[in-house]
């Protein structure tokens, strides 16, 4: 093959793009304790980095058309590095908040949907399967090691040297990149910044109400919070909830505001009119779903591993290392059963595994963790996943037609993100809640002194905060509890967080449920082909 060095470059940005988003989960415990933060402080950040490509990734595929590919690949891989460099020296998460989650989060919607747009423009025949494939492969390593490096690094030396060598790498990719064609003709189309400023806000809206509902309740108000002096509870429900509708009904007015814009003849920021299409819709959906559930193992797995376990990053990282093989290697098993099967019985497949391996998962969520049971969770979570991101590409690219599959692609990225943001924020939402019932409801049915009791009930009404179960009798003895008492109060904690686990882990399983209704419109195999054929039929 021709030119490896320009796949080199762009599988070296893939690389950084996927390695970054499993480097925090596995650190957080030393994240939290390096920054003085709290594990809802961290959840936060992860839920708002993918929010952020989730917002914005359909405004970044349009400024690609406008500036060119290799320009918009440029000035997003500059934007990430300093986004990179920023996260690296933070001396607090509020620093780290925008470094990650807001400007490596903008930079990457520019260099995602450019390296597809590159790999076409600068390969032909046989030489562009292969680059493809390569940075597929580039993929499947940066989720397969992602964990592993992150754990070696923030075990053995720092964290921070993560984010500092994806600096190193992005400068690189800048400077190599003259190298790479861009072919593909600017296109003159105006933005519609109304659309874009309605389905990001949109977007934040629903994903920051489901995020808060655990500070300030899902409906009835838990925690009211003040805004200028003022307590905001509107009409006595919980701002979450308002906030969860104030952002559906904006995203109603964005859709609506795409329809309008195509009646009067001008470039939507999305085609609404492809949702028809039932086998995109239901490919995008359980996309989403896919997503939504792998963060969502990804942020809770590594706070129990840490926070109930005491487990380092390192070995948090080897935890998580079989479901990482197993993605990768039923990625490739799920694309040579398509010769088999049809696509909506792989996905279904796939589906069910999940909810079994979810099961599986809740059954070794153990004070001592069955390590073995815990292990095959893992791999058939990956297995599963591997089976489901080894159709749902396809699925949607096959949707429609031949020039729609740039926008199709946007979708996919927004689906992704939008789905990882909503399994981190709805996902840890449920963990932390459910430890907050579970441990209020434990201090009351224990034999502390009522008077203890009664100190820890007043110290914990507005929720309880996740740290390591080893921290919580050196915590409770500060609080002037007597040894005895603290050590009482940690059993009692860190039951309360295996039980949180539970409620968690059954959360997962009833949003691989739901995803099953979503997978009824998959397509059979043979409709795939019959859309292909009538494309060159009608070509």
Same mark, same amino acid.
């Given at each position: 093959m021709k030119r490896w060095n320009v796949v080199i470059v762009l599988g070296s940005a893939q690389f950084v793009m996927v390695l970054d988003g499993t480097v925090m989960n596995v650190s957080i415990s030393t994240v939290v304790d390096d920054l003085d933060t709290t594990v809802a402080a961290m959840?936060?950040?992860?839920?708002?980095?993918?929010?952020?490509?989730?917002?914005?990734?359909?405004?970044?595929?349009?400024?690609?058309?406008?500036?060119?590919?290799? &320009?918009? +690949?440029?000035?997003?891989?500059?934007?990430?590095?300093?986004?990179?460099?920023?996260?690296a020296v933070s001396p607090n998460v509020q620093t780290l908040f925008l470094g990650w989650s807001v400007i490596e989060g903008l930079g990457a919607v520019l260099v995602i949907p450019a390296i597809a747009a590159l790999v076409a423009d600068n390969y032909q025949g046989r030489e562009r399967v292969t680059a493809f494939a390569?940075?597929?492969?580039?993929?499947?390593?940066?989720?397969?090691?992602?964990?592993?490096?992150?754990?070696?690094?923030?075990?053995?030396?720092?964290?921070?040297?993560? +984010?500092?060598?994806?600096?190193?790498?992005?400068?690189?990719?800048?400077?190599?990149a003259r190298i790479i064609t861009d072919a593909t003709e600017r296109v003159?189309?105006?933005?519609?910044?109304?659309?874009?400023?309605l389905s990001s806000a949109g977007l934040v809206a629903v994903v920051f109400g489901m995020l808060q509902s655990k500070v300030w309740g899902w409906i009835v108000p838990l925690r009211i919070p003040v805004i200028g002096g003022v307590p905001v509870a509107p009409l006595g429900i919980s701002l979450a909830a308002w906030l969860i509708v104030v952002g559906v009904l904006l995203v109603a007015l964005?859709?609506?505001?795409?329809?309008?814009?195509? &009646?009067?003849? &001008?470039?939507?920021?999305?085609?609404?009119?492809?949702?028809?299409i039932s086998s995109l819709r239901s490919g995008l959906s359980v996309l989403g779903a896919q997503y939504a559930v792998t963060a969502g193992l990804f942020f809770m797995v590594p706070v129990y591993l840490q926070m109930t376990l005491g487990l380092d990053a390192l070995q948090t990282g080897i935890r998580i290392f079989p479901l990482s093989v197993a993605l990768v290697l039923f990625s490739i098993v799920g694309t040579a059963l398509t010769k088999?099967?049809?696509?909506r019985t792989i996905v279904r497949i796939g589906q069910l595994l999940l909810v079994f391996s979810a099961l599986v998962l809740l059954g070794s969520a153990t004070s001592d963790l069955r390590s073995g049971l815990f292990a095959v969770g893992m791999f058939l979570s990956g297995a599963a996943?591997?089976?489901?991101?080894?159709?749902l590409g396809n699925v949607n690219m096959s949707s429609v037609s031949a020039k729609e599959t740039s926008?199709?692609?946007?979708?996919?990225?927004?689906?992704?993100?939008?789905?990882?943001?909503?399994?981190?924020?709805?996902?840890?939402?449920?963990?932390?809640?459910?430890?907050?019932?579970s441990f209020a409801s434990g201090v009351a049915a224990s034999d502390l002194s009522a008077t203890t009791r009664a100190s820890v009930a007043a110290s914990t009404e507005h929720g309880v905060t996740i740290v390591p179960a080893s921290a919580v009798p050196a915590i409770a003895e500060e609080a002037g509890l007597s040894a005895d008492d603290a050590e009482a109060l940690a059993e009692i904690y860190r039951e309360s967080q295996l039980s949180?686990? &539970?409620?968690?882990?059954?959360?997962?399983i009833v949003i691989s449920l739901l995803a099953l209704f979503f997978s009824r419109g998959i397509p059979q195999e043979i409709e795939v082909r019959r859309r292909r054929e009538d494309r060159v039929v009608d070509g």
């Open positions: 959840q936060g950040a992860i839920t708002f980095y993918t929010l952020t490509m989730a917002a914005f990734m359909l405004l970044g595929a349009k400024l690609g058309d406008v500036w060119g590919r290799r &320009r918009a +690949f440029v000035i997003g891989s500059c934007v990430y590095a300093v986004g990179s460099l920023v996260t390569v940075i597929g492969a580039v993929s499947g390593a940066a989720v397969a090691a992602g964990p592993l490096i992150g754990g070696f690094v923030t075990t053995y030396f720092d964290w921070r040297y993560v +984010f500092a060598a994806e600096v190193v790498i992005m400068v690189g990719v800048v400077l190599c003159r189309i105006r933005i519609d910044l109304l659309s874009v400023a964005f859709i609506a505001r795409q329809r309008m814009l195509v &009646r009067v003849g &001008r470039q939507p920021l999305v085609t609404v009119e492809m949702f028809r088999r099967m049809s696509p996943l591997g089976l489901l991101a080894s159709q926008e199709v692609g946007g979708l996919q990225g927004v689906f992704q993100n939008l789905g990882s943001s909503l399994g981190t924020a709805l996902i840890g939402s449920i963990l932390i809640g459910a430890l907050s019932t949180s686990l &539970r409620v968690a882990f059954f959360g997962l």
